[in-house]
């Protein structure tokens, strides 16, 4: 019976003085990363993978959008809930290069992990057998080259729509799924957008 429960509550603790005033939060701020840093790690195992990580900023700012779509060109959409989704880009212009043609790795992705605070963006592959990181890194650095010099293509930007807008779909998929999307959304201070992300990024 909760009315039995909260008096044996306030029996035991009542007493004990509080605490004062609610101590702020702490929050921490890296320092502004003014070059490269680069960490090589060894560990048992044959797989050799790569990974390169960008600064962006917190998921409330605008870039978000351009962001998402980027990652969309360069190996299709992620997962935007806690279910359904999974990958679809598999013609995506990293898988196609890396995997597909050059046969440089077995597996690509690029992910923008959005946080309330700022974030990462990653470039991630695992290498096939026999395949050294620098020619990995070379070719990974020309397909982003590239992207930089003509951006996009047409049917690349209509893909990563309609990819967006799959996976809002797949992340509404379920009541389940539709909580974590909107505790998600409210995690990163920007709940008000899971009706317009996707005519957003169009």
């Known amino acids: 019976q909760p009315a039995a429960v909260l008096e044996k509550v306030r029996a035991c603790f009542e007493s004990i003085p509080g605490g004062g ?3 702020e939060d702490i929050r921490s ?3 502004e990363q003014s070059g ?3 960490i090589e790690v060894c560990r048992p195992g044959n797989a050799t993978y790569w990974i390169a990580a ?4 917190a998921y409330t700012h605008a870039d978000r959008l351009p962001l998402l779509v980027l990652e969309a060109v360069l190996s299709g959409a992620s997962s935007l809930g806690w279910s359904g989704g999974g990958s679809l880009g598999e013609s995506a212009r990293l898988p196609e290069m890396l995997v597909n043609r050059k046969k440089l790795a077995v597996s690509t992705q690029a992910s923008a992990r959005f946080l309330r605070d700022p974030g990462l963006f990653y470039l991630w592959a695992m290498l096939r057998d026999g395949v050294q990181p620098g020619r990995l890194e070379a070719a990974m650095f020309a397909e982003i080259g590239k992207l930089q010099d003509r951006g996009p293509s047409q049917p690349e930007l209509r893909t990563a ?3 967006v807008r799959a996976q809002m779909e797949y992340a509404r ?3 389940t799924a539709n909580a974590h999307l909107i505790g998600r959304q409210d995690t990163f201070g ?3 957008e ?3 992300l996707a005519d957003q990024v169009a």
């Open 54 to 57: 960008y600064h962006i900023p």
């Open 173 to 175: 998929d379920g009541i």
């Open 29 to 31: 701020v890296e320092p």
């Open 36 to 38: 490269e840093r680069r």
């Open 21 to 23: 005033q609610r101590a």
């Open 161 to 163: 729509l309609h990819q």
């Open 194 to 196: 899971l009706d317009t």
């Open 190 to 192: 920007n709940l008000a």
